[in-house]
């Protein structure tokens, strides 16, 4: 059992979906945004997730109005999405069925008056719920207190480092809501290189 929960972003194969789901990750995330780099057809992230249970299955989208991420909630069976949203250039979604993990700036996070603007600006934008995601500066800090405090006023999850130290510090010192591992491109079908996620994923059984 992983110390904290975990998702696995950028799937876009069997053999990812498959192995990060027995290795007891809570969730994997598709991008199903074309607009996108290494996005998936909807039908291969539902074809993919027929493979596997018991986890969550989240769609990743950029600037895609509400009505069309619904569309594919229905279509794919989310659970949640991941929104990759730049505020200068086009308001939130709006009517989500489903709650989103927000990717914001690690700037963000590093000014408390901003941050609190961020948290109250997201409550009245998404009442479905939400949670910020982002890679702190790197390499990551060592003032853990600070993204401790910083994930006890939001649901924060956090990037995880492909160091397994790194990663169960995170996991043992921060306590955010979960932390977010990177998939990969097979190197032919039905053959993937699983040395570093699975240094992490043993590293977090034991944080």
Same mark, same amino acid.
């Given at each position: 059992?992983? !110390?904290?929960?975990?998702?696995?972003?950028?799937?876009?194969?069997?053999?990812?979906?498959?192995?990060?789901?027995?290795?007891?990750?809570?969730?994997?995330?598709?991008?199903?945004?074309?607009?996108?780099?290494?996005?998936?057809?909807?039908?291969? /992230?539902?074809?993919? /997730?027929?493979?596997? /249970?018991?986890?969550?299955?989240?769609?990743?989208?950029?600037?895609? !109005?509400?009505?069309?991420?619904? %569309?594919?909630?229905?279509?794919?069976?989310?659970?949640?999405?991941?929104?990759?949203?730049? %505020?200068?250039?086009?308001?939130?979604?709006?009517?989500?069925?489903?709650? !989103?993990?927000?990717?914001?700036?690690?700037?963000?996070?590093?000014?408390?008056?901003?941050?609190? !603007?961020?948290?109250?600006?997201?409550?009245?934008?998404?009442?479905?719920?939400?949670?910020?995601?982002?890679?702190?500066?790197?390499?990551?800090?060592?003032?853990?207190?600070?993204?401790?405090?910083?994930? %006890?006023?939001?649901?924060?999850?956090?990037?995880?480092?492909?160091?397994?130290?790194?990663?169960?510090?995170?996991?043992?010192?921060?306590?955010?809501?979960?932390?977010?591992?990177?998939?990969?491109?097979?190197?032919?079908?039905?053959? %993937?290189?699983?040395?570093?996620?699975?240094?992490?994923?043993?590293?977090?059984?034991?944080?």
């Amino acid at each position: 059992m992983l !110390a904290l929960p975990v998702l696995v972003r950028d799937i876009n194969n069997l053999s990812d979906a498959r192995y990060c789901a027995g290795m007891g990750a809570q969730g994997l995330i598709f991008t199903l945004d074309a607009n996108l780099p290494g996005a998936v057809e909807a039908a291969t /992230a539902r074809e993919l /997730a027929g493979w596997v /249970a018991g986890v969550d299955i989240i769609g990743e989208f950029g600037h895609v !109005a509400g009505p069309e991420i619904n %569309r594919l909630v229905e279509e794919c069976g989310l659970t949640g999405v991941l929104l990759r949203l730049d %505020r200068a250039r086009q308001a939130w979604p709006q009517g989500l069925a489903v709650p !989103a993990l927000v990717e914001v700036p690690a700037a963000l996070l590093l000014n408390q008056a901003h941050y609190a !603007a961020a948290v109250a600006d997201l409550t009245a934008a998404l009442p479905q719920g939400f949670a910020f995601f982002t890679s702190p500066p790197q390499p990551y800090p060592t003032d853990y207190a600070y993204w401790h405090s910083l994930a %006890r006023q939001a649901p924060l999850w956090l990037a995880a480092p492909t160091n397994p130290t790194e990663a169960a510090d995170l996991a043992q010192q921060v306590h955010p809501a979960g932390l977010i591992l990177m998939g990969g491109d097979e190197i032919k079908p039905g053959l %993937r290189d699983f040395t570093e996620l699975e240094a992490v994923f043993e590293a977090l059984e034991e944080a």
